[in-house]
C-alpha cells in the first residue's frame, strides 16, 4: 500500500510529561482494511486510536484521511464513527434516540432521522427494542446500539476501541464475528484497538502490534503469529518457547540467516509434537518430562531439553491418548519433534 | 470420590441466624446518640412550638392564632417576600452556579481544586463577619458606590443595600457553594467518553452542552435549587442586615414576635407554617420528579 492508502499516519508524536505515549508512528490503513492495532497497556494503542478520533492532539505528525489532512480538524467534523469500550450511550435517552442522534445533529428532520435509525437498527437486530430504556439493555444488547449509533450517519470510518472487553466469552464470539460482517456489508474501513490477541488474530486482514508509543511488527495474522520478528510479539501472540540458538543442532538455513547478535531461537508450544511426521524436514529434540498438565482439550507439558533450556509443549488431546500421556511421569525421557521450518529467528526483546 | 452426605445434618440455622441479629443490633448501636439528639433537640421543641400555636391560655385548642397571621397584611406580605427572596435566590444560583460548576469540572485537576477553594472560602469565615463585609462593600459610601462614582459611570450613590437587591446579593453569596458542590458533582459523574461520543458523532460544544451534559446534570441542578430554596426560605441574618428592614422575611417576623411583642403563639404559628412551606418544596419537588421521569425516555436534540 502506498499512495493509495486510505488513512496515512506520518511521524505521530504524543508526550504526556515525559511519557511518551507515541513515538514517531507512521502506519498506512487500505481502503475497507479492517485493521487491529494490538498491544499491552500503555502500548499507546488507545492514544494512536483516540488521535485518529480527534480526541487527543498529537504534539507532531500528520494524519490524512482519504486524501484529507485532518490532524487539526476538531473530532466533530471528522465524521469518523467511534464506538468505545462502555459503550458511551447516551442514558437520559432511549435506543433510537441514541441511534437518531448523529442525523439530528446534522440537520435530518425527525421523520427521516427516526426512519434511518430503525433501518440501523434491524441491522444489528435489535429493532424490536428501538423505544427502550438504555438501562433495561444488555451489554451486548448497548453495544450493537453503540454500533448502530456510529454507522448511521454513514461514515467512511469507523474506529473501535476494545468494544468487548466489557462482555462475556461467548457472547464477546459472537460480537466479535458480527462486527466483522457489519464491516463486509457496510465496505467500512475499520481500526480496531485490543488487548486481546485471539481478538485481533480472529477478526483482522492485518494487526499492528505497539509496544511502548511504537508499532513493533505490521502483517496479517498468519504471518505476525508464525513469524515473528521480536521476542515480544512472538510471545505477545502465543505460546512461545524461546531458546538460544545452538539449542538445536544443524538449526540451519533459513532461519539461521535471518540471525545476528542477540538473536533467539523461538518454538510455538503447538509445533512441537510427540510423533514424528514423515516427510517433513523434522527436527527432534531430546529431554525429560518434568510437569503435564491436563486443560481439556490438549495437554500442556514442560520439557527439560538435554542440549540445555526447557520448552512447553502444547499435546493435542488425539495425540497424547496415541502416546498414552497420562500414564507418563516426571523424569521420563521424551523425545519432541518440530518441522524445521517452525524454527524461528527472534530478535531478544 | 462421593460427595459428603446432606442427609441427617444437624441443624445449626436457628444459631446462625441468632448471630446476624445480634451483628445487626450492635451496628444499629452506632446510630443511637444521634437519635437520641435529634429526639431531644429537634422533635421536642417542635412539639412544644406546635403547642403553643393552638393553645389558648385556657387550656382549649384552636386555630385562632393562624386565622389571625392570614388575615393580616404584615404577615401574607412577608410569606410572599419570603418565597421571593428564595426564588430570586434560586435564580441567580442557576445562572452563576452552573457555568462555574461546568468550567470546574471540565479543567485540569489543579485547577479545580484551586476553584473549588475558592468557593469553599467563604465558610471560613463566621455567616455574620460576611455579611457585614458586604455591607461595607455595598453601603451608599461604600467601596461598590465610590468606584463607579470615581469612574463617572454614575453621578450619583445606587441604592444597592438595605432593599431587596442587597439582600438578594447577600443571599446569594451565602448560597452559591451549596448550589455549585451538588451540581459539580453531577456533571464531573458525567463519563467523559459520553462527551467524546457525542463529538465524535457530529456535535459542536454548545450541541453537547444543550442536548448531553445539561441534561444529565438536571438531577444535580434540581438538588442544588431545591437545596438552596429551602435554606432560604427560612433565612434570617443575611435578609435582616442587607434588607435594612425593608425585606420582611417569615424569619424577621418570628424575630420580632419574640423578642419585641413578646408574642410567642403568633412565632410559633409562623414557625408552624415554614416548616409547613419547606414540606410543600419537598413535596411538589417529588411529585414533579416522578412525572418528569414518567415523561422521559425520547429526549429531544
Same mark, same amino acid.
Given at each position: 500500500m502506498t499512495s493509495a492508502a486510505f488513512i496515512e499516519i506520518r511521524n505521530l508524536s504524543k508526550a504526556y510529561g515525559s511519557f511518551r505515549a507515541l513515538n514517531d508512528v507512521g502506519l498506512d490503513v487500505g481502503r475497507a482494511e479492517f485493521l487491529s492495532i494490538l498491544g499491552p497497556s500503555g502500548s499507546g494503542k488507545t492514544t494512536l486510536l483516540m488521535a485518529l478520533a480527534g480526541f487527543v492532539r498529537p504534539d507532531r505528525g500528520q494524519i490524512s484521511v482519504d486524501g484529507r489532512d485532518l490532524v487539526r480538524l476538531p473530532a466533530n467534523k471528522r465524521g469518523i464513527g467511534v464506538v468505545f469500550q462502555n459503550y458511551a450511550l447516551f442514558p437520559h435517552m432511549n435506543v433510537v434516540a441514541n441511534v437518531m442522534f448523529p442525523l439530528r445533529v446534522r440537520g435530518i428532520g425527525r421523520a427521516e432521522a427516526s426512519e434511518r435509525a430503525r433501518k440501523?437498527? *434491524?441491522?444489528? *437486530?435489535?429493532?424490536?427494542?428501538?423505544? %427502550? &430504556? $438504555?438501562?433495561?439493555? #444488555?451489554? /451486548?444488547?448497548?453495544? +450493537?446500539v453503540a454500533l448502530a449509533r456510529a454507522v448511521v450517519f454513514e461514515p467512511r470510518l469507523m474506529l473501535m *476501541?476494545?468494544?468487548?472487553?466489557?462482555? &462475556?466469552?461467548?457472547?464477546?464470539?459472537?460480537?466479535?464475528?458480527?462486527?466483522?460482517?457489519?464491516? &463486509? +456489508?457496510?465496505? =467500512?474501513?475499520?481500526?480496531?484497538?485490543t488487548h486481546d490477541? +485471539?481478538?485481533?488474530?480472529?477478526? #483482522? &486482514?492485518? $494487526?499492528?502490534?505497539? %509496544? *511502548? /508509543?511504537?508499532? +513493533?511488527?505490521? /502483517?496479517?495474522?498468519? #504471518? =505476525?503469529?508464525? %513469524?515473528?520478528?521480536?521476542?515480544f510479539v512472538a510471545e505477545f501472540l502465543g505460546e512461545a518457547n524461546i531458546l538460544e540458538l545452538d539449542a538445536v543442532e544443524n538449526f540451519a538455513a533459513p532461519a539461521r540467516d535471518a540471525a545476528g547478535p542477540g538473536r533467539k531461537l523461538m518454538i510455538r508450544a503447538e509445533r512441537l509434537s510427540l510423533s514424528d511426521a514423515s516427510g517433513h524436514d523434522n527436527v527432534s529434540l531430546d529431554g525429560v518430562l518434568t510437569r503435564s498438565v491436563f486443560q481439556g482439550d490438549s495437554w500442556l507439558i514442560s520439557v527439560d531439553l538435554a542440549n540445555g533450556g526447557a520448552v512447553s509443549a502444547r499435546i493435542a488431546a488425539a495425540e497424547a491418548a496415541n502416546f498414552n500421556l497420562e500414564a507418563l511421569t516426571e523424569g521420563a525421557p521424551l523425545k519432541l519433534h518440530v518441522r524445521r521450518d517452525a524454527l524461528i529467528a527472534v530478535t531478544d526483546a | 470420590m462421593t460427595l459428603p452426605a446432606a442427609a441427617g445434618a444437624f441443624d445449626n440455622s436457628a444459631a446462625l441466624r441468632r448471630d446476624r441479629k445480634l451483628a445487626q443490633i450492635g451496628f444499629f448501636g452506632l446510630a443511637l446518640p444521634a437519635v437520641l439528639l435529634v429526639t431531644i433537640a429537634i422533635v421536642v421543641p417542635l412539639a412544644a412550638m406546635f403547642w403553643i400555636s393552638i393553645a389558648r391560655p385556657d387550656g382549649t385548642v384552636s386555630l385562632d392564632t393562624y386565622l389571625r397571621i392570614l388575615s393580616t397584611p404584615v404577615y401574607t406580605r412577608s410569606v410572599l417576600t419570603t418565597f421571593q427572596v428564595s426564588g430570586m435566590t434560586v435564580l441567580t444560583c442557576v445562572l452563576l452556579g452552573t457555568p462555574f460548576a461546568l468550567v470546574m469540572a471540565s479543567v485540569g485537576r489543579r485547577l479545580a481544586s484551586i476553584l473549588l477553594l475558592v468557593v469553599m472560602l467563604p465558610f471560613w469565615t463566621a455567616l455574620l463577619v460576611r455579611t457585614y463585609a458586604l455591607s461595607v462593600l455595598l453601603q451608599r459610601n461604600g467601596l461598590v458606590n465610590s468606584f463607579l462614582i470615581d469612574i463617572g459611570l454614575v453621578s450619583e450613590p445606587l441604592p444597592l443595600i438595605n432593599n431587596f437587591f442587597g439582600t438578594i446579593v447577600g443571599m446569594t453569596h451565602v448560597m452559591l457553594p451549596l448550589f455549585i458542590?451538588?451540581?459539580?458533582?453531577? @456533571?464531573?459523574? @458525567?463519563?467523559h467518553n459520553i462527551i467524546r461520543a457525542a463529538a465524535s458523532l457530529g456535535a459542536s460544544k454548545f450541541l453537547t452542552l444543550r442536548a448531553v451534559i445539561l441534561p444529565l446534570a438536571a438531577n444535580g441542578i434540581f438538588a442544588g435549587a431545591v437545596l438552596v430554596f429551602v435554606l432560604s426560605l427560612g433565612f434570617y441574618v443575611t435578609p435582616a442586615i442587607l434588607g435594612g428592614g425593608r425585606v420582611p422575611m417569615i424569619s424577621t417576623r418570628i424575630e420580632q414576635n419574640v423578642s419585641v411583642l413578646s408574642d410567642w403563639p403568633a412565632a410559633s404559628a409562623l414557625g408552624v407554617l415554614l416548616l409547613l412551606s419547606v414540606g410543600l418544596v419537598f413535596l411538589v419537588t417529588f411529585l414533579l420528579r416522578r412525572s418528569i421521569k414518567a415523561l422521559g425516555g425520547a429526549a429531544n436534540v
Open positions: 440501523a437498527l *434491524d441491522i444489528v *437486530d435489535l429493532a424490536s427494542m428501538a423505544e %427502550r &430504556d $438504555i438501562a433495561t439493555l #444488555s451489554g /451486548g444488547q448497548k453495544q +450493537r *476501541d476494545e468494544p468487548l472487553s466489557a462482555l &462475556d466469552k461467548n457472547l464477546r464470539e459472537q460480537m466479535q464475528y458480527e462486527i466483522r460482517k457489519l464491516h &463486509d +456489508r457496510l465496505g =467500512l474501513t475499520t481500526v480496531y484497538v490477541q +485471539r481478538e485481533a488474530l480472529t477478526m #483482522s &486482514d492485518r $494487526i499492528a502490534v505497539m %509496544r *511502548d /508509543g511504537v508499532i +513493533r511488527q505490521l /502483517g496479517t495474522p498468519a #504471518s =505476525l503469529y508464525h %513469524r515473528p520478528t521480536s521476542r | 458542590l451538588p451540581v459539580y458533582a453531577a @456533571i464531573k459523574q @458525567i463519563d
